[in-house]
């Protein structure tokens, strides 16, 4: 099992003592040999607008700490029903001191195709990662998704979000649904691996098992240099 470890955007507003506490405990956690990504980090809009500068101030105090074989896991959310686009562009632009070698896992991604080719341009190796939040997106974020190369695209199940209708949760044995999505999107057949998820059983259910299947299949992505 491969680890990730980060200070989520959405606890960016707790006390400057707690975010000491953790940046201290993350720093100390990040030289782990099973930790191979740091994150989730990154900013989220859908928040209340006077927390996005405290969201900035975690993010330049935890990008130092970014290890440079470690995948970075990003989360960007843009304001509500929006997709995003003034976030994804500002968090490139808080990235600009990170080397073009950077390995990025932008997960869940709701951007268009001018974001998308942004982010190629600046950061070759980002991986993207759709969840079962592609049922809503729109045709600018259709046309984004299509537009991935398929050696960069991932499957998130996110558990326990956005679950199928009629599921309290999402779990990992619900990534089939995220996959026919996708698939019936770029209009490509299903892999058969994916058809075989959907009867797996929910050995994995709970938070620390998003990454492990999220990240099924991309040993590239977690080689480490
Ligand atoms: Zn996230």
């Known amino acids: 099992m491969a680890v990730a470890l980060g200070i989520h955007p959405r606890h960016a507003s707790r006390s400057t003592r707690t975010i000491n506490e953790w940046l201290e405990r993350l720093e100390r956690l990040l ?3 099973r930790v191979v ?8 809009h859908s928040e209340p607008p006077q927390n996005w500068h405290l969201q ?16 970075l896991v990003l989360h960007c959310r843009g304001m509500k029903d929006d997709c995003g686009t003034e976030a994804f562009m500002l968090l490139l632009n808080l990235l600009k001191r990170l080397p073009v070698t950077q390995k990025i896992h932008l997960h869940c991604f709701t951007g268009n195709a001018y974001v998308l080719s942004r982010w190629l341009e600046r950061f070759p190796d980002t991986w993207f990662g759709f969840t079962n939040k592609v049922a809503t997106f729109d045709n600018l974020q259709q046309e984004a998704l299509t537009s991935v190369p398929e050696s960069r695209l991932l499957l998130e199940s996110y558990a326990p979000y956005f679950p199928l209708r009629g599921n309290k949760w999402s779990a ?7 996959a026919a999505r ?5 209009q490509v057949p299903v892999h058969p691996s994916c058809r075989r998820r959907r009867i797996m059983p929910n050995a994995y259910a709970g938070w620390e098992s998003r990454y492990l ?10 080689t480490k240099r």
């Open 31 to 33: 030289r782990s040999e």
């Open 182 to 186: 996708v698939a019936e999107c770029r």
């Open 37 to 44: 990504a740091d994150g989730e980090i990154g900013v989220d």
């Open 56 to 71: 900035m101030d975690l993010l330049r105090l935890t990008i130092p700490l970014v290890k440079g074989n470690h995948v």
């Open 213 to 222: 299947l999220g990240l099924i299949g991309t040993s590239k992505l977690l």
């Open 172 to 178: 990992p044995n619900q990534i089939y649904e995220a």
